[in-house]
């Protein structure tokens, strides 16, 4: 089993910018593909960002293109979000997930992947 802990939410003024971070367990993580999910109360879970297991490409929703980047750093075991531009609909609970090992299919939905993080509160102020 893996096991994915997010950090990094919080409370910020539209416009404004936010971090976030998923630590992973384990000794294989380079061999993960790894995925931003929100869900905002009373709306299903949406795609944000995913990057390739082997990290030669990256994916966003067209919401958060231009604005957001999806990172990894494999010798730490981290995956990070950098949000910059925060507008109010952004508001949402993130969780970061990791695929199967190797993974090669579709990176935007939920069913691509074996392992979620609890999740991190983002709040946007208008």
């Known amino acids: 089993q893996v096991q994915l802990v997010e950090s990094g939410g919080g409370l910020v003024q539209a416009g404004g910018s936010l971090r976030l971070s998923c630590a992973a367990s384990?000794?294989?993580?380079?061999?993960?593909?790894m995925g931003w999910f929100r869900q905002a109360p009373g709306k299903e879970r949406e795609f944000v960002a995913a990057?390739?297991?082997?990290?030669?490409?990256?994916s966003y929703a067209d919401s958060v293109k231009g604005r957001f980047t999806i990172s990894r750093d494999n010798a730490n075991n981290t995956v990070a979000l950098q949000m910059n531009s925060l507008k109010p609909e952004d508001t949402a609970v993130y969780r970061c997930?990791?695929?199967?090992?190797?993974?090669?299919?579709?990176?935007?939905?939920?069913?691509?992947?074996?392992?979620w993080g609890q999740g991190t509160q983002v709040t946007v102020s208008s």
């Open positions: 997930a990791a695929t199967g090992p190797s993974y090669s299919g579709p990176y935007y939905s939920t069913a691509s992947y074996r392992w």
């Open positions: 384990g000794r294989t993580f380079s061999t993960y593909g």
């Open positions: 990057i390739r297991w082997s990290a030669a490409s990256t």
